[in-house]
């Protein structure tokens, strides 16, 4: 009996060691040093991608807004709950391309981007009526942009080439020149459309 007790102390104590160590390693170490690299080579992405407009945190670049106002772009729809671009509940709606659920919001989405901008006779961009899978994109393709900018000029009062302008300077390439479309972050092209008047106005649910 002592023999087997001896024994099983050899083995249960290496691994208590061993455990111990794995976890300190694993659960602390590691990540604090992964954390830290992180912030000393991308500060910026480590913290979020936020943007901060005189002292305040208007946003971040990595997750959408539900904006409303008709002076501003509207982004993809968002199938987060309780409520849109939620970003501790990512996810899309799960409705595959059969399901009448899908057409019938397609469908009113279509619906409300028409009666937003009446004289608009142009086919409505898949984007701006589909969710993403994350539920939080926070960027539209160019067409979808160019859509909305007669609307958005109209409601401003200028120019759609001084808009149309604002939207060519805020299309980003695909990443590292082959990977992904070409797309336009919303926040950042609002943020330029409101730079005028000195403000820039958060997104309210629509």
Same mark, same amino acid.
Do not use: C
């Given at each position: 009996?002592?023999?087997?007790?001896?024994?099983?102390?050899?083995?249960?104590?290496?691994?208590?060691?061993?455990?111990?160590?794995?976890?300190?390693?694993?659960?602390?170490?590691?990540?604090?040093?992964?954390?830290?690299?992180?912030?000393?080579?991308?500060?910026?992405?480590?913290?979020?991608?936020?943007?901060?407009?005189?002292?305040?945190?208007?946003?971040?670049?990595?997750?959408?807004?539900?904006?409303?106002?008709?002076?501003?772009?509207?982004?993809? =729809?968002?199938? !987060? %709950? /309780?409520? @849109?671009?939620?970003?501790?509940?990512?996810? &899309? $709606?799960?409705?595959? #391309?059969?399901?009448?659920?899908?057409?019938?919001?397609?469908?009113?989405?279509?619906?409300?981007?028409?009666?937003?901008? =009446?004289?608009? !006779? %142009? /086919?409505? @961009?898949?984007?701006?009526?589909?969710?993403? &899978? $994350?539920?939080?994109? #926070?960027?539209?393709?160019?067409?979808?942009?160019?859509?909305?900018?007669?609307?958005?000029?109209?409601?401003?009062?200028? =120019?759609?080439?001084?808009?149309?302008?604002?939207?060519?300077?805020?299309?980003?390439?695909?990443?590292?020149?082959?990977?992904?479309?070409?797309?336009?972050?919303?926040?950042?092209?609002?943020?330029?459309?409101?730079?005028?008047?000195?403000?820039?106005?958060?997104?309210?649910?629509?």
């Amino acid at each position: 009996m002592n023999n087997n007790n001896g024994n099983h102390g050899n083995i249960v104590r290496p691994a208590l060691v061993l455990f111990v160590l794995l976890s300190a390693l694993t659960g602390l170490i590691y990540p604090l040093a992964v954390t830290g690299a992180a912030k000393a080579v991308f500060p910026a992405q480590a913290d979020g991608s936020l943007v901060v407009l005189d002292g305040t945190t208007v946003g971040s670049k990595l997750i959408g807004q539900n904006f409303s106002d008709p002076r501003h772009f509207w982004g993809r =729809p968002s199938a !987060t %709950a /309780p409520q @849109p671009y939620n970003a501790s509940a990512s996810g &899309g $709606s799960n409705q595959g #391309p059969l399901n009448p659920a899908l057409t019938d919001a397609v469908k009113a989405r279509v619906e409300a981007l028409r009666a937003a901008d =009446p004289g608009n !006779t %142009a /086919p409505v @961009p898949v984007d701006l009526v589909t969710t993403s &899978g $994350s539920g939080l994109d #926070p960027d539209i393709s160019p067409a979808a942009a160019k859509y909305q900018a007669a609307r958005v000029a109209r409601a401003r009062g200028v =120019p759609i080439e001084q808009v149309n302008a604002l939207i060519a300077n805020n299309t980003q390439g695909p990443l590292w020149g082959f990977l992904g479309e070409h797309r336009v972050n919303v926040l950042a092209l609002n943020i330029a459309l409101d730079a005028s008047s000195g403000a820039f106005s958060p997104s309210t649910p629509r």
